[in-house]
T-cell receptor, first 110, second 117 residues
Framework: EDQVTQSPEALRLQEGESSSLNCSYT??????LFWYRQDPGKGPEFLFT???AGEEKEKERLKATLTKKESFLHITAPKPEDSATYLC???????????FGSGTRLQVQP | DGGITQSPKYLFRKEGQNVTLSCEQN?????MYWYRQDPGQGLRLIYY???????QKGDIAEGYSVSREKKESFPLTVTSAQKNPTAFYLC????????????????FGDGTRLSIL
């Protein structure tokens, strides 16, 4: 059974204070690891897909990395508008849909 | 703009009532999905459909039903058999649902929040 654990559950940062969110996973045959951003009352917004260990992807202040057991979402010099819940999900061989973690609620204070 | 439209945004269910949540996409995606989100929990899969006239149960299908008569539409019915229906329901789609091409991301609508009266 595929499993995803995200930590911390919540994170409060000052504007400009860089940090990382963790996503640990167990999956049978990783087909892809996905990061999403979710604002309150909205659906998740796709950010990145990572396919293999060692891969990195960047978008503005966000950078996602992947190892064989976990993924990190690094946030460099965050701004208040980066405040959201960040969700990690995996898709394994033979499973038609994603397995999600419970997310990290990020709050960036000015 | 292409996207996924869910309606209504808020829905209330009375005891013993069935309610239907709408999901429409104009992305020309083959695969569509329904998830349920509860506070502090990850999204859980209710049903998915890889192609028109085909759908499969997910992890928590009891008390729910779906249909896929058109490529762009995948409505979800929450039946009276679902004893704890209060949640945020999310519809998603992807280019394809087939395992061989399963590294495509899913794109989500903005959800329907269902509550019990």
């Amino acid at each position: 059974e595929d499993q995803v654990t995200q930590s911390p559950e919540a994170l409060r940062l000052q504007e400009g204070e860089s940090s990382s969110l963790n996503c640990s996973y167990t999956v049978s045959g990783l087909r892809g690891l996905f990061w999403y951003r979710q604002d309150p009352g909205k659906g998740p917004e796709f950010l990145f897909t990572l396919y293999s260990a060692g891969e990195e992807k960047e978008k503005e202040r966000l950078k996602a990395t992947l190892t064989k057991k976990e993924s990190f979402l690094h946030i460099t010099a965050p701004k208040p508008e980066d405040s959201a819940t960040y969700l990690c999900a995996v898709r394994g061989t033979g499973r038609r849909a994603l397995t999600f973690g419970s997310g990290t609620r990020l709050q960036v204070q000015p | 703009d292409g996207g996924i439209t869910q309606s209504p945004k808020y829905l209330f269910r009375k005891e013993g009532q069935n309610v239907t949540l709408s999901c429409e996409q104009n992305l020309n995606h083959d695969a569509m999905y329904w998830y349920r989100q509860d506070p502090g929990q990850g999204l859980r899969l209710i049903y998915y459909s890889q192609i028109v006239n085909d759908f499969q149960k997910g992890d928590i299908a009891e008390g729910y039903s779906v249909s896929r008569e058109k490529k762009e539409s995948f409505p979800l019915t929450v039946t009276s058999a679902q004893k704890n229906p209060t949640a945020f329901y999310l519809c998603a789609s992807s280019i394809t649902g087939w395992v061989e091409l399963s590294n495509q991301p899913q794109h989500f609508g903005d959800g329907t929040r269902l509550s019990i009266l």
